[in-house]
């Protein structure tokens, strides 16, 4: 087996060993120390697996270390984001790019399942991987559900 270099995300992490999932292709990888990683950290980094047997892995390198905050905004979806959620079925997901990086997504929900479907945003760690893929280093997420519609943007934002 050989090195793997790219976008991981700490999945667990305790003082002896950490699991960390790739982000672009899920595949999880056990490390058999832990160089001082948190749970949600977010690594750009180059993984080696451990001889005789190469079924744990040692992070060779590290490029890159940053957390992704994720934020339940007070804020109400953006006017062009009302508008994309209403040109969307409910269940599809509309993405806007943003200028320079980062990207939104607009979720149109039925208006009595806008805070259970904000909240599964906030908690899914893949949220953190779609950021990390993304490049952002802040999620924001805003939500309405006013006049019969129900929005939930989120908001993957670079520095």
Known sequence: MSERSGTFIVTEADPDSAIVRDVETAQL???SANPDLETGDVLEATLAPEPPMEVTWEVAEIEDRRTVEVVD????PTT???EVAAGTDVGDVARIERAGTGEIHVL???PG???AAAEDVLEDT???ARAARLEAVRVEVRRSAEEGEG???VRYLPD
């Open 29 to 31: 990888h056990t490390l």
């Open 80 to 82: 062009q984001e009302q």
């Open 73 to 76: 905004s007070d804020l109400a």
């Open 151 to 153: 929005v939930v943007s």
């Open 126 to 128: 893949e949220t953190v």
């Open 113 to 115: 399942e806008v805070e």
């Open 108 to 110: 149109p929900v039925p």
